[in-house]
């Protein structure tokens, strides 16, 4: 009886060099543990920001609606009024 051409060394280092791969692959890859890390760090991120521009956008539906025909907000209409135009009454101070 002759013996194998290869020998279980020859399985153990092919099984070996596999594991290694997948490994690597689990922790690095493109669904890896690293990715996932970055993915939920980025999530958190952006829910952050979705609070942020959320509450930019409550505060502009509150200036909208207190400028609007329904409901007139005359301080607010001042207020803008000299913002936009750049004008103050003959009586007041300005500082800067």
């Given at each position: 009886m002759s013996k194998p051409a290869f020998g279980p060394l020859f399985f153990?280092?092919?099984?070996?060099?596999?594991?290694?791969?997948?490994?690597?692959?689990?922790?690095?890859?493109?669904?890896?543990?690293?990715?996932r890390a970055e993915i939920l760090a980025e999530a958190n991120q952006m829910r952050d920001q979705l609070t942020k521009v959320r509450a930019e956008v409550a505060q502009m539906e509150n200036l909208t609606h207190r400028l609007s025909d329904d409901y007139l907000d005359l301080d607010l209409l001042d207020e803008q009024a000299r913002s936009?135009?750049?004008?103050?009454r003959a009586d007041e101070i300005v500082i800067r």
């Open positions: 153990f280092a092919i099984s070996f060099a596999l594991s290694l791969y997948f490994m690597f692959a689990a922790v690095q890859g493109d669904f890896g543990l690293f990715r936009v135009l750049g004008m103050v």
